[in-house]
């Protein structure tokens, strides 16, 4: 009996206490969303304390008195995770504002330095992509603007803007660069999600071509040439989504973010420079030996530079 007063009492102080701390948050200024969930968890609090009499001694054994406690904590955990949703919702929102209003104001340093913020918060979004590729380019930094214009055009590679803007980005690239091929323009119209989708169209369009045939035996014939039709679409579909699998897998372009960087001959700085490449050059990665990588821009330049001078970008 004495056990269960002494437990009453550690109960009700800790309730003033959080109420306290909860009062304290009220009177610094917070958002009505906060004020509600304050409140709720105050009455909460009250109302563990305040159980009906018929369950408190429903419960009398020592037991009881940890459910009791336990609902308590409960309405605890449950106010803290309630703050946590609408702070973590209108946190990213605010953020990005305020970096745009930076952006805007001139402050590219500033807002580049916003935007990371959001980026290392693990909020992603193509509006993000695309402004701190902004940012960084109206700051000369083009290297940089062109990896994150690329992140960008891996989510939406149709976007008139982004397609726009790093392409004008690469046009101001000096010396050799990473030129893409007819394939890899052809396959970066379309995301690997989106080549697999129209792939899987063609095979069910296949399967629904053979069960017309076979439920209706006299639309055979008219059916042979839409069926071929759909196997070869099936056939070259399945080959782009290979194809852009393993670009996306196993290549990996270097994106230069110095002003001037020799290609060496060999993994070491005594080593001679073979080329130079310059701020945004892209790079394909052959191999890799420490901290140092083994790039290339055609088959006639081949060349080591550091780590450090490039941004890794998947393929796009």
Known sequence: M?????????????????????NALVRSGGSPILH???????????????????????????????KVSAFLHA????FFFSLSLPCSAADPSS??????????????????????NILYSGQKSVALYYNLGNAYFKSGQIGKAIAFYREAKNLTPRDPDIRANLQFARNQ????????????RVLSKLTLNEWTLLAAAALWLCFVILALRQWRPTLKRPLQLYFSAAAIATILLF????????ENRSTRTAIVISRDVPVRRGPLEESAA????????????????????????????????RRDQVLLSPQT
């Open 239 to 246: 080959g782009c989504v290979a194809i852009s699998w393993l």
């Open 36 to 66: 509600f969930a304050i409140c709720s968890f105050q009455f909460s609090i009250r109302f563990a304390e305040t159980l009906p009499a018929f369950l408190r001694s429903r419960f009398k054994v020592r037991g009881s008195r940890f």
């Open 274 to 305: 073979a080329f130079t490449v310059h701020d945004g050059s892209e790079l394909r990665v052959l191999d890799q030996n420490n901290e140092w990588l083994q790039v290339t821009t055609d088959p006639s330049r081949i060349g080591w530079l």
């Open 75 to 78: 309405w605890i955990a449950l």
């Open 173 to 184: 690239i000096q010396g050799p660069t990473l030129a893409p091929g007819r394939a890899q």
């Open 95 to 116: 953020a990005f504002d305020a970096a745009n209003k930076l952006y805007y104001g001139g402050k590219f340093t500033d807002a580049i330095a916003a935007y990371e």
């Open 2 to 22: 004495n056990f269960q007063s002494s437990s009453s009492s550690s109960s009700s102080s800790s309730s003033i206490h959080f109420i306290r701390i909860a």
